[in-house]
């Protein structure tokens, strides 16, 4: 079964770090693309971040030098590295497969939560 | 900054059809930004609808359909049903690996 299982979100103070993992089964990340987006309570969506199958990676301004994004090949498992964390990145946070840039992201998780707060 | 934009909120009443927009602050959207359209319902993950302008997603129904109208992307629902009352969002491809989504219409079928 094709499925992303999102896993590291909680409570965080302001300027704190948090790793959300998101485990893939049923494909390879290596083979697809694999976005960050995220929605805040009450808000809209908001994509923040990707890695193309070649490993490239690109980022919305808004989070752009505080997130990391990075995979494991061996562990089939995308992974979200947020720093210096602020009120507001407070928000669900979904990882979603994109098999190209000409196609949908087809495949979502679940969604981890993550509270910034003191 | 770029800015995506789409109506806030529209009105369609059972059967009718309506057309939502997804525009951009300066400039026009073409087929090159590969607009795609989601649908959500509250607590659950986005649902694609249209991608790559107009394609539709496997087991979409056919009254959803996407095009290109003057400078923007947009989605067409032909014969509303109560379960489409939902929010819909549109998202860009601005190059350079970037995405933007844009804020959302929430629609109601009454």
């Known amino acids: 079964e094709v499925q992303l299982v999102e896993s590291g979100g909680g409570l965080i103070q302001p300027g704190g770090s948090l790793r959300l993992s998101c485990a893939a089964s049923?494909?390879?990340?290596?083979?697809?693309?694999m976005n960050w987006v995220r929605q805040a309570p009450g808000r809209g969506l908001e994509w923040i971040s990707i890695?193309?199958?070649?490993?490239?990676?690109y980022y919305a301004a808004s989070v752009r030098g505080r997130f990391t994004v990075s995979r494991d090949i061996s562990t089939n498992t995308l992974y979200l590295q947020m720093d210096s964390l602020r009120a507001e990145d407070t928000a669900v946070y979904y990882c979603?497969?994109?098999?190209?840039?000409?196609?949908?992201?087809?495949?979502w998780g679940q969604g981890a939560t993550v509270t910034v707060s003191s | 900054q770029t800015v995506v934009t789409q109506e806030p909120s529209f009105s369609v009443s059972p059967g009718g059809t309506v057309t939502l927009t997804c525009g951009l602050s300066?400039?026009?959207?073409?087929?090159?930004?590969?607009p795609t359209w989601y649908q959500q319902t509250p607590g659950q993950a986005p649902r694609t609808l249209i991608y790559?302008?107009?394609i539709r997603s496997s087991g979409v129904p056919d009254r959803f359909s996407g095009s290109i109208v003057g400078s923007k992307a947009a989605l067409t629902i032909t014969g509303a049903q109560a379960d489409d009352e939902s929010d819909y969002y549109c998202?860009?491809?601005?190059?350079?690996?970037?995405?933007?989504f844009g804020g959302g219409t929430k629609l109601t079928v009454l």
């Open positions: 790559s302008t107009s």
């Open positions: 300066s400039g026009s959207v073409s087929t090159s930004y590969y």
């Open positions: 998202v860009l491809s601005m190059g350079s690996g970037i995405w933007v």
């Open positions: 049923g494909f390879p990340i290596n083979n697809n693309f």
């Open positions: 890695v193309y199958s070649s490993g490239n990676t």
């Open positions: 979603a497969r994109q098999r190209g840039i000409k196609y949908d992201m087809d495949v």
